[in-house]
């Protein structure tokens, strides 16, 4: 994929006709190292395909630590050590709730089983957390939760940033997961112990879908 390519599966969007010139404009003429790299920006839509959006997973703003964002929410490259402390706790739930460990922090294989791992920006300067966050991405994030709405999907909505977003989740017969976010700020306020993950895939069992392999 070269540098800004739309993809194919959500180009119909209209985002991408009436924001996205502006915002690919102000990113280009932004002095700063922006995050993730030019050609992982989309990296969430290029893995999972609306028909194929199964489960969404928000998150808020890619990683400002350069090296570590590569385009889906929580993710980070297999090589990065140590993990990023939020990740860190969604793998300690994950090992209590379904008692799976994983090998690094990179989630592509869940992408490529439907889960659909999004920030709620999909760029941030270089060691400036929140520096995009009023860019023009939201509007991009309201219309794939109208999308992803058409089908039954189950959302997992961690925090507060994510909940406000829950109004642009439309329809009937979805499931919606809502805790505290797994940072080490608010984790231990209702984020350990929730269970998301057997949540998410007692859903899909009972709707006759396989069931997520947490461990790819």
Known sequence: MTS????????????????W?????ALAGDPRQILPPDEQRFAALDHTAPADTRVVILGQDPYPTPGHAHGLAFSVEPDVRPLPRSLNNIYKELEADVNVTRPNG??????????????TALSVPAGEADGHKRL???????????????????FVLWGNTAQK???FITGDGHLVVKSAHPSPLSARR????????????DWLTQKGHTPIDWSQ
């Open 136 to 154: 023009g991405w939201a509007t991009l994030v309201h219309q794939i939760l109208a999308e992803c709405s058409k089908r039954p999907t189950a």
């Open 21 to 25: 010139p502006t915002i690919e404009a």
């Open 190 to 201: 209702g984020f350990f112990g929730s269970h998301p993950f057997s949540n998410v895939n």
């Open 165 to 167: 977003l829950e109004k």
């Open 106 to 119: 990179d989630l592509r294989g869940w992408a490529k089983q439907g889960v659909m791992l999004l920030n």
């Open 4 to 19: 800004h390519t739309i993809p194919a599966a959500w180009a119909h969007l209209p985002f991408f006709t009436t924001d």
